[in-house]
């Protein structure tokens, strides 16, 4: 990935999840911090349920970055739907894992008494990309295997 910093790719189609569709994510506007991932399908989600949705999308960065996944807003306060894990955090390694080759998948929970659906291309969140800092005596030298909870001793 020579002179390329930071951005986004689709996911090989052997690794694609309940789609082969994606949409790369965008910035709505010049003043935008996040980049919009759609769901690649129309998808409901149950009353006071979850579903992940696979977005067939993989981030790459700098060793030193981190891609933050936040809801939408709209999604928020006008479908009632919050993220799993509150904030995602997809790590520099995770692109191209073995386990799922990257794939970025967005867990929604529907915090209403209405199943709420979601159409096809919808944006549902955003991802911000951000440098991080590591402490003084950080020593690891482990090497990611594979996909989400691969890093769990």
Same mark, same amino acid.
């Given at each position: 990935m020579t002179n390329k910093i930071r951005g986004f790719n689709v996911i090989? $189609? $052997?690794?694609?999840? $309940?789609?082969?569709n994606a949409v790369l994510p965008k910035r709505s506007t010049e003043g935008s911090a996040g980049y919009d991932f759609s769901t690649p399908l129309e998808v409901t989600i149950a009353a006071n349920g979850k579903k992940t949705i696979w977005t067939n999308i993989k981030s790459y960065m700098q060793p030193n970055e981190v891609l933050m996944i936040y809801v939408r807003s709209s999604i928020g306060i006008k479908k009632g739907l919050t993220l799993a894990n509150g904030t995602g955090v997809i790590d520099s390694d995770y692109y191209n894992n073995l386990g799922n080759e990257g794939n970025i998948g967005v867990c929604l929970v529907n915090n209403s008494n209405t199943d709420i659906v979601l159409k096809k291309e919808e944006r549902i969140a955003q991802g911000v990309f951000f440098p991080?800092? /590591?402490?003084?005596?950080?020593? /690891?030298?482990l090497k990611r295997v594979g996909g989400i909870g691969s890093s769990s001793n």
């Open positions: 090989s $189609e $052997e690794n694609r999840k $309940e789609s082969n991080f800092l /590591i402490s003084d005596d950080d020593d /690891i030298n």
